[in-house]
């Protein structure tokens, strides 16, 4: 049994660690032929992508997919600790969960994902949710084969998380989602540690994939017809410092346009290392989407601070106003939290004018959530809840006048839009824009998932645009 450990998960200490090459235990490979799985993902693009990984893992042990949680006889969900929402999901499907097994003693119950690397939840599960069969962490996914096995074969509860990050594993199967847009991880963890922020102890210390391993992983999808690309970090921006003196993420961006992807985008990036030579790369290659998530979270200086955001209102505006000048019609969309403990109305007011400035494309707008063992849960907290709902209210009132008046603008304009498929509600097809807009579409010709058409922009609302293809 490995439990982790809040300590051991802030640590930043300088540790080497190995590239190591996946290999599968020949023992367990189609060792559960005709068994199931039903997999449950919540959170981020990195929690899709890990569960990518995780099905190509249990397909190696024969199991097989399938949707309906009811009739699997393995259930596995990946978990999220981002907010208090995400975690009572998880509890409430585990509750479900609970009940089912009551009928069918058999089911085999995992959990995995950042709330595994939760003292407390692990605590819980040792506690008062002793027939979970299995716990690993982010740490340790690989390691799912093994640990799966051991619990079903030895039918004795297995919790394996380590608090610290390990070897850098490659050549992991991969699933994916989807046979034309796919995401690529280039650094895992994050250093940044925000006040609010629980991702740093979930995910661990910044570390970088050789640059090789991530070029290599984008030209076999090339090679494999792939249309799109997203590259995942907790935060991008942050790419190669761990590993490189002179390559970084500008380089990198550069080297993933030259692949000939034809699309690449990239998520998240940290406004403070966000550097004049990614802006000019980003700029210079059509193929890398002019779309940029740029995450404000707050307009005061004063809560900035308390958050340890390491910028202040105008430097952040300083480079969104660079971006917008260096690159053409480049959309970008941000997150922001409301009701910080010390926001005051002052404070608020100060996010809207930056809301205001910036008219958003896009923005997830959150409730401040008290994150165990985050510093923020030190502060004194006294925004009520009502007030915090109500900000959050008004906030999203005015996001959304903006997204609309946005896509106002794109009426009569061409914008190319990679095809995801057919509405059935609809009878139309839709798919995504350069920019990430969200365009249902008429079109005379058949097209299919994964082609990039143009297409007319005929009306606009505010989450999606509706269009013509044109010839
Ligand atoms: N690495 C990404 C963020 C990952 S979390 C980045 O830095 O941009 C995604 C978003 O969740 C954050 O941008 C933040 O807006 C929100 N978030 C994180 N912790 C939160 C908390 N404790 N309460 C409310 N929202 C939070
Ligand atoms: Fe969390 Fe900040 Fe790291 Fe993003 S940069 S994952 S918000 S600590
Ligand atoms: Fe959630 Fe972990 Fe992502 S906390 S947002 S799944 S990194």
Redesign the pocket.
């Known amino acids: 049994m490995n439990l982790p450990d809040l300590l051991e998960e802030k640590l930043r200490d300088k540790r080497d660690y190995n590239t190591i090459a996946f290999k599968l235990n020949d023992d367990v490979l189609n060792k559960y032929e005709g068994k199931s799985f039903y997999l449950k993902t919540y959170g981020?693009q990195m929690n899709e992508h890990d569960s990518e990984n995780i099905a190509a893992l249990l397909e190696k042990l024969g199991f097989k997919r399938i949707d309906d949680y009811q009739n699997a006889d393995l259930v596995l969900l990946n978990t999220c600790s981002?907010?208090e929402n995400a975690h009572n999901k998880a509890f409430g499907m585990l509750g479900r969960l609970k009940h089912l097994k009551e009928y069918n003693p058999d089911l085999i119950v995992g959990l995995c994902g950042c709330m595994a690397q939760e003292v407390g939840v692990v605590n819980d599960i040792l506690n008062n949710y002793k027939w979970v069969n299995f716990v690993f962490g982010t740490h340790n996914l690989y390691q799912l084969p093994d640990i799966l096995d051991k619990a079903i074969s030895e039918n004795k509860q297995q919790i394996e998380v380590y608090s610290r990050e390990g070897d850098l594993i490659e050549n992991l199967p991969v699933k994916r989602a989807n046979s034309y847009k796919a995401f690529v991880n280039i650094i895992y963890g994050?250093n940044?540690f925000?006040t609010?922020?629980?991702?740093p102890y979930t995910r661990g210390r910044e570390r970088s994939r050789k640059k090789e391993d991530i070029l290599k992983e984008i030209d076999e999808l090339v090679r494999d017809g792939y249309k799109e690309v997203t590259i995942l970090g907790?935060?991008v921006n942050a790419y190669g410092k761990d590993l490189y003196d002179d390559y970084f993420m500008g380089e990198l961006l550069e080297d993933i346009a030259k692949t000939n992807i034809p699309r690449v985008r990239f998520m998240?990036?940290?406004p403070w290392d966000f550097t004049d030579h990614m802006i000019d790369v980003i700029a210079k290659y059509p193929n890398i989407m002019p779309s940029i998530?740029l995450?404000v979270?707050s307009g005061s200086n004063k809560v900035l601070k308390l958050m340890g955001r390491r910028y202040t209102k105008e430097e952040y505006l300083e480079l969104f106003d660079k971006i917008k000048e260096k690159i053409p019609n480049c959309m970008v969309s941000t997150?922001?939290?409301v009701g910080f403990p010390g926001e005051e109305e002052e404070d608020f007011l100060d996010t809207l004018d930056v809301v205001n400035h910036c008219k958003y494309d896009n923005a997830?707008t959150?409730?401040?959530?008290?994150?165990e063992g985050?510093p923020?849960c030190k502060l004194k907290d006294n925004v009520k809840q009502e007030v915090r709902e109500e900000r959050l209210q008004r906030l999203n009132e005015i996001v959304n006048k903006y997204f609309l008046e946005n896509n106002k603008k794109l009426e009569g304009k061409i914008l190319p839009v990679l095809v995801e498929g057919i509405s059935s509600k609809k009878n139309m097809y839709f798919g995504y824009s350069d920019t990430n807009k969200l365009v249902n579409f008429t079109s005379d010709v058949e097209v299919k998932p994964g082609d990039i058409v143009d297409v007319k922009i005929t009306n606009s609302k505010t989450w999606s645009l509706d269009g013509e293809a044109s010839k």
């Open positions: 981020c981002v907010r994050c940044k925000c609010y922020c629980i991702v907790q935060n998240t990036s940290h998530h995450p979270q997150d922001i939290i997830f959150f409730i401040y959530s008290e994150r985050t923020a």
